[in-house]
């Protein structure tokens, strides 16, 4: 998320998430301070390990993934001072890759609440769809607000996919978008985005496209 400092005109960039308490984790934050990013939202966990994910590439340039799991980026909690940061922040981000394992995950649940307590057209969701890795429910759900606080019906200010995920998700919505192959480009594509953003409450939809 950016939040504004005491100085106009000017943000600072935090990430926030969770990472083992070894050296690994350690050197993880030491890189990102070395950046210039905010690490005060970073947590340890004692007794799970930094996150580490095999990428293996096969003949087509396609990539599949194994995760460690559980990981310590499974354990993300939500504390006090994040829930205020996250309230006056300007924009905050959220992805799907640490709801992966639902309610059996500390971060699952901290990433629903911040869905909930973000304020109004701030609040930027990347989904990362990594077969097996996630579950079309709980990422829809999480898209389209919960019914249990005074914030549940702010739509997203924007939904962020790529081309392969497009049609992957306008099935879960059932829309006539993902028996289209290779309309990618003018009216067609703009009518599939303003379709997908209604479907799962999101302002503005932004489609990548690789190369």
């Known amino acids: 998320f950016n939040c504004t400092d005491s100085k106009p005109n000017k943000t600072t960039a935090a990430v926030v998430s969770c990472l083992g308490a070894e050296q690994l984790g350690h050197e993880a934050i030491r890189r990102l301070r070395a950046k210039q990013v905010d690490t005060q939202f970073l947590q340890l966990h004692e007794q799970l390990s930094t996150g580490m994910v095999i990428a293996t590439i096969d003949d087509a340039g396609d990539a599949t993934y194994e995760f460690d799991t559980p990981a310590a980026w499974d354990g993300l909690v939500l504390t006090e001072d994040l829930q205020n940061t996250i309230r006056q922040a300007d924009v905050t981000v959220i992805g799907s890759l640490a709801c992966r394992l639902g ?100 302002r503005r939809v932004c489609v990548t496209r690789g190369a």
């Open 103 to 202: 309610t059996e995950a500390t971060s699952a649940a901290t990433i629903a609440a911040i869905r909930e307590i973000a304020a109004k057209d701030t609040l930027v969701m990347d989904i990362n769809l990594r077969p097996p890795w996630y579950d079309p429910e709980t990422i829809l759900a999480l898209c389209r607000g919960g019914s249990c606080s005074r914030n549940a019906a702010h739509p997203l200010a924007l939904f962020k996919l790529n081309e392969e995920e497009l049609p992957i998700v306008e099935s879960w919505c059932n829309l006539d978008g993902s028996k289209t192959r290779g309309e990618l480009s003018g009216e067609r594509l703009k009518r599939r985005m303003v379709a997908l953003g209604r479907a799962v409450n999101a």
